[in-house]
């Protein structure tokens, strides 16, 4: 859950992408040129603000964990909390379908549709409140869920101060620069979500440790207009995470209609 479209917002502040500028350990030389960390980090800045005051997007990408692949296609707002729409096809892996699945997004929950009735309900519905009771890596899901934006990766590697421009791409006919840094798990998590205690990050550190998860490998395309339009995050261990999502149409009209109660049933241990 912490890579993809599921990835949450960093605690860098969205006003103007600040959030480790200053820590970067970057500096002007003689002639007053900025180093090359200082130029990425004010790039990716605006680009934050930029991005974020798009308000929304049409989006579609990939995630991949072990066997199991997951293509996404959608749209989302972030105006006023996260307001989402997506078609999920789940291949590979014990629960894979091949079918395309619906999922809703509001701020308050996430509504799955599996295809098929469940105790005659046809959703299921995952309530952050209810997530975040279930210990630390609940309450990590909650606040990726709640805030699940484009602008989180381009604040996660600005508060991280760790980034480097790796040159120029086409991303589907649009001239992009392409920017790149890794964050360790642990701390990404402790930048991440506001609502946990220090007792909860160090045994959600163990329980990172537990399956090999140490770093997150975050690959961002910043085109023309200073928006992102490809983001990649990769994580290690046990079982890896490769997620890559594209951003387009900025400003496209998002409608979420959350399904009636009548028709949901709460997600198991919730």
């Known amino acids: 859950m912490m890579a993809g479209l599921t990835a949450c917002n960093s605690g860098g502040d969205k006003s103007n992408g600040t959030g480790g500028g200053s820590a970067s350990g970057g500096s002007n030389d003689a002639a007053g040129a900025k180093s090359p960390l200082d130029a990425a980090l004010a790039s990716l800045k605006t680009a934050s603000q930029q991005t974020g005051d798009k308000k929304s997007a049409q989006i579609d990408g990939t995630q991949k964990m072990g066997p199991t692949t997951r293509t996404m296609k959608g749209a989302m707002d972030w105006s006023n909390g996260t307001n ?20 809703l ?74 920017y790149t840094g890794k964050v360790a798990v642990a701390e990404m998590a402790k930048m991440q979500s506001k609502s946990l205690s220090e007792a909860d990050l160090k045994a959600l550190e163990e329980q990172l440790k537990g399956v090999g998860a140490t770093t997150e490998t975050i690959d961002l395309w910043i085109g023309p207009d200073n928006t992102l339009v490809k983001k990649r995050e990769q994580m290690d261990g046990q079982q890896p995470q490769d997620s890559t999502v594209f951003y387009s149409n900025y400003g496209t009209k998002v409608t979420v209609t959350p399904p009636p109660a009548s028709e949901t049933m709460a997600a198991p241990g919730t």
């Open 84 to 103: 989402m729409t997506l078609d999920i096809t789940t291949t590979g892996g014990p629960l894979a379908t091949g079918k395309p699945m619906k999922a």
């Open 105 to 178: 997004y509001t701020p308050q929950a996430m509504y799955v549709n599996m295809g098929m009735p469940m105790g005659g309900k046809s959703w299921i519905k995952y309530d952050y409140a209810a997530l975040a009771k279930q210990g630390p890596a609940g309450a990590l899901m909650k606040d990726a869920l709640q805030n699940n934006d484009p602008v989180k990766s381009v604040n996660l590697l600005i508060a991280s101060g760790k980034v480097q421009e790796a040159g120029k791409e086409d991303v589907r006919g649009v001239q992009a620069t392409h």
